[in-house]
């Protein structure tokens, strides 16, 4: 079946750098979105993306829908210790079902 | 305006008993969706409803689970006969309108999962 492609798996960062992850496919996908999930909660919305091309920013968070809609990166800026937790990136395929990446999991040295 | 609802939060269940889980959609939402969570993996699909309705269930294992979406009342899914494997995180997410699909600027909104545990 479809898969999305989330890398890197893990990431170790110190409080105050720049993180950035993306998510490849093979497939076309309609709508990219990017989720946070916290440990033992459901993933939360963070940046859905729209159209091919599209760059959207949420607060220091900044997502890009790749100009093919097979791929899209996460850019996190400053990040803070409340960063940590799961990042998955999940799209519509064209049949209308969500797809999830693995996940990158942060976490966030003070 | 309450989010999505799901219960319970927790479910210990042994090898061959049941297991229903509960969703409530957000208000005005209509469409649910069921997915699972392994340990260490993303969300996978296991099905779509609507009211009264099951419209995909291409995610569903073909024995033993379920799910319903009734006129009045939450969502049910319901696993037969649970085995070891069964033991997973299951989100529900619901919509207002289908999500997905070029244009489409809905998007599907996650509750706080259920999460089996079979002894």
């Known amino acids: 079946g479809q898969q999305l492609n989330q890398s890197p798996q893990s990431m170790f960062i110190q409080e105050g750098e720049d993180v950035s992850m993306n998510c490849t496919s093979s497939?076309?996908?309609?709508?990219w979105l990017w989720y946070k999930q916290d440990p033992g909660e459901g993933p939360v919305l963070l940046i859905a993306l729209y159209k091919a091309g599209e760059l959207t920013s949420n607060g220091r968070l900044t997502a890009q829908f790749g100009i093919t809609r097979k791929d899209s990166f996460l850019n996190i800026s400053a990040s803070i210790p409340s960063d940590v937790g799961i990042y998955f990136c999940a799209g519509f395929n064209q049949g209308g079902k969500l797809i999830f990446g693995q996940g990158t999991e942060l976490s966030v040295k003070p | 305006n309450a989010g999505v609802m799901q219960n319970p939060r927790h479910l210990v269940r042994r090898r061959g008993q049941e297991a229903r889980l509960r969703c409530s959609p957000m208000?005005?939402?209509?469409?649910v969706y069921w997915y699972r969570q392994l340990p260490e993996e993303g969300l996978k699909f296991m099905v779509y409803l609507q009211k009264e309705n099951i419209i995909d269930e291409s995610g569903m294992p073909k024995e033993r689970f379920s799910a319903e979406f009734p006129k009045e009342g939450p969502s049910i899914l319901r696993i037969q006969q649970v085995v070891r494997g069964d033991s997973a995180a299951y989100f529900c997410a619901s919509s207002p309108v289908p999500a997905g699909g070029i244009g489409n600027t809905d998007t599907q909104y996650f509750g706080p999962g259920t999460r089996l545990t079979v002894l």
């Open positions: 497939s076309i996908f309609n709508t």
């Open positions: 208000k005005g939402h209509s469409h």
